[in-house]
């Protein structure tokens, strides 16, 4: 009977492929179902569902009508009927016309089917689970980073491939390459940066902040505290002059460099030291700016080619935001997720924080004992008395280790320079630092005011209510404030 039915595709290729159409189809409907009832969102779950049942199908699908051409030929070879080439539709025939609409309902219901998988299976290659969870020992520094970013709500895909078909296929063939090099092993650790072949960032970043509207200035407060017994506050309020393009009324200022044509050649593959910065005026003019202390020659120059800044030479880490120990444990006295009266907590967390660990259980423990160890040798009766915070400090602790420390990919938080600002990277100074020298004697910078204005600092050796008209250091330091790199001493990321 089914030999009847199925007419020449009662064949075993098509057969399997009959079977093989039927699995897929109802492994995708049922996990599909499974995904929306219980909101289940697992990368491997997406890679079943819009890869391997899909391909399944699709095979089977392809199997069918080869098993028939197939059977044909054959019977062709025997010579054992007039096969024509094509089948006989008598639409006045009940069975025929049953199979005939069967067909046709059946190739709409598959192509759908096939059609929702490949939208939704377009969607989840670009999902934050796909990118950032599927290989997650890989992605796990930047997933982790971009979850407390100010980007979290923006997805991996937005900043990394942008709009438009030619880099959604670059996307997809590096990716590729990059689903090899996990498989085999073979991936760096660390990933290196800068990723030699970004889009530009004007594609990117600029479909969510278009320089027009940029705001000409912005204000942020900087805390720290001493590593004293008291972990003393100190308060840097600093009015950061944004300024916008060459077309508004506030044209100056530190997003200057957006509106115009600025060229620089790095000696180093990290872009970290430039010796040579070119900028094209708006008559078309070069000034060239040569590093006086260790300048490239002419020919070097010519070799070596220039890269035009633009967002990603100063916003390079804009989500994947690692802090320094100092930072984070500051930033946890001042939002209170630490106890700040709790003496010395800053130095010691600091020191167990910047010793080596081979793996974050190691950490963690390191951190519980080392910490719980410092109070019961040096304040044992706040053992009993403040336990409840110090083994909340304990727990916060562990999780900035968590946060800014990656041991299997050998990621710390300063594996990275991060190009904004001058604290504990060069960033801004590695262009402005006041060696940079045109050859009719202009200077790039370093005036502390051409990029902000300290508007209030409070700190141990300015007496309170004092209004400083700039910056003072919280130790005195002498000239070096204005001879030596903030970052030459910061680096570390203790203080
Ligand atoms: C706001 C834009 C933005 C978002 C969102 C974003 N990235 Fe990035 N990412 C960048 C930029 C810019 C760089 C380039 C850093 C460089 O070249 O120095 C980068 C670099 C990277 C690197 C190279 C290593 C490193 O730490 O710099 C990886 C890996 C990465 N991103 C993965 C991801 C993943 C996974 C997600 C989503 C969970 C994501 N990115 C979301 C902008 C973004
Ligand atoms: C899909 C939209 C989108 C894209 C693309 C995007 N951003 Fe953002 N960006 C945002 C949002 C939303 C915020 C948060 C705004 C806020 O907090 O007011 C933000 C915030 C920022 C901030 C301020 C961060 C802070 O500390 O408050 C910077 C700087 C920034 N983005 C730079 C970039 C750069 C550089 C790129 C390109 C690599 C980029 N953005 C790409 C949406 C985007
Ligand atoms: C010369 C370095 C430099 C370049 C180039 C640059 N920026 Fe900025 N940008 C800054 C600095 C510095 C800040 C202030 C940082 C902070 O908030 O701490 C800033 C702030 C921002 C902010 C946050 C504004 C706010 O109100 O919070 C956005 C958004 C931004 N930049 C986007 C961009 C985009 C997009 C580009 C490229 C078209 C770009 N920037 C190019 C240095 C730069
Ligand atoms: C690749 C080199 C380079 C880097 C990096 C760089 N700048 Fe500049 N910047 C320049 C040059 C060149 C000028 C123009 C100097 C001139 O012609 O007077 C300039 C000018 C400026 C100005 C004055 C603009 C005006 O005319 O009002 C500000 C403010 C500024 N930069 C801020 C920054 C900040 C903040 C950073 C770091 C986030 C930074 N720059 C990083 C090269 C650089
Ligand atoms: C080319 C621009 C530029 C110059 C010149 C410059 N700064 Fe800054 N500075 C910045 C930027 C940008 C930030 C903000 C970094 C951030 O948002 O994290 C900053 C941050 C700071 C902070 C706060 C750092 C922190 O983490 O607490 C201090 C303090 C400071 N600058 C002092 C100085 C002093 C003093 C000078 C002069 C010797 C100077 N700056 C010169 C661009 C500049
Ligand atoms: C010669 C080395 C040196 C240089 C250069 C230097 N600092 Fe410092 N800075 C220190 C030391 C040491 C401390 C620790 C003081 C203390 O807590 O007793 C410190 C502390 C600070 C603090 C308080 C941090 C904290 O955690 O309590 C700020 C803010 C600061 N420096 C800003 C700057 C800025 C901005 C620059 C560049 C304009 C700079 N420093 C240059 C050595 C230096």
Not at 443 to 452: G, R
Request: charged letters at 20%; hydrophobic letters at 35%; proline letters at 5%.
């Amino acid at each position: 009977m089914w030999k009847k039915i199925l007419g020449y595709s009662y064949n075993l290729t098509s057969l399997t492929g009959i079977l093989l159409a039927g699995a897929g189809t109802a492994l995708i409907v049922i996990f599909l179902a499974i995904g929306i009832i219980s909101g289940l969102e697992n990368p491997y779950l997406g890679i079943l569902i819009y890869f391997v049942f899909p391909g399944i199908l699709v095979l089977g699908l392809f199997l069918i009508p080869l098993g028939i051409l197939l059977t044909r030929k054959r019977m062709q070879r025997e010579g054992r009927t007039e096969v024509p080439l094509y089948p006989i539709l008598d639409l006045n025939d009940r069975r025929q016309r049953l199979k005939a609409v069967f067909f046709i309902v059946a190739t709409i219901f598959f192509l759908l089917l096939l059609a929702v998988a490949s939208i939704k299976g377009y969607d989840y290659t670009e999902s934050t689970e796909f990118c950032g969870k599927l290989c997650h020992t890989v992605m796990e520094p930047e997933y982790v980073a971009w979850s407390g970013s100010p980007h979290a709500r923006v997805r991996c895909a937005e900043c990394h491939i942008g709009p438009g078909a030619e880099w959604f296929v670059k996307a997809k063939l590096s990716g590729l390459k990059q689903v090899y090099r996990v498989l085999t092993n073979t991936y760096p650790a660390p990933i290196e940066t800068p990723i030699p072949n970004l889009r530009p960032a004007r594609d990117t970043c600029e479909g969510c902040h278009w320089p027009a509207k940029f705001y000409s200035g912005k204000q942020k407060i900087f805390y720290h505290y001493a590593s004293d017994e008291k972990n003393t506050l100190r308060e840097i309020n600093l009015l950061l002059n944004l300024g916008t393009t060459p077309k508004t009324p506030h044209a100056s200022g530190i997003h200057w460099h957006v509106g115009s044509e600025v060229f620089y050649i790095a000696r180093d593959a990290k872009r970290q030291d430039i010796p040579y910065v070119a900028v094209k005026g708006k008559d078309g003019k070069i000034t060239e700016y040569h590093d006086t202390d260790k300048p490239l020659n002419q020919t070097e120059i010519n070799k070596k080619g220039t890269r035009l800044m633009d967002c990603i030479d100063c916003h390079n880490r804009p989500s994947h935001i690692f802090h320094s120990p100092g930072k984070e444990i500051d930033e946890s006295f001042v939002s209170g997720t630490i106890d700040s009266s709790l003496p010395f907590f800053r130095k010691i967390a600091i020191e167990i924080l910047s010793k080596d660990y081979k793996t974050t259980a190691e950490a963690k423990a390191a951190i519980a004992s080392g910490i719980r160890g410092y109070y019961a040798e040096t304040y044992p009766d706040l053992t009993k008395t403040r336990a409840p915070a110090i083994e909340r400090a304990i727990t916060e602790v562990q999780q900035i280790y968590q946060r800014n420390f990656f041991p299997t990919m050998k990621v710390a938080w300063n594996t990275h320079a991060d190009n904004i600002g001058h604290f504990y990277f060069p960033g801004c100074f590695r262009c402005h630092d006041g060696k940079h020298r045109s050859a009719d004697g202009k200077v790039i910078s370093k005036d502390c005011t051409i990029c902000h204005e300290v508007l209030d600092q409070k700190q141990e050796n300015i007496a309170p209510g004092t209004k400083v008209s700039g910056f003072v250091h919280p130790i005195d330091i002498g000239d070096e404030v204005e001879t030596t790199g903030c970052y030459e001493c910061h680096q570390a990321g203790a203080m």
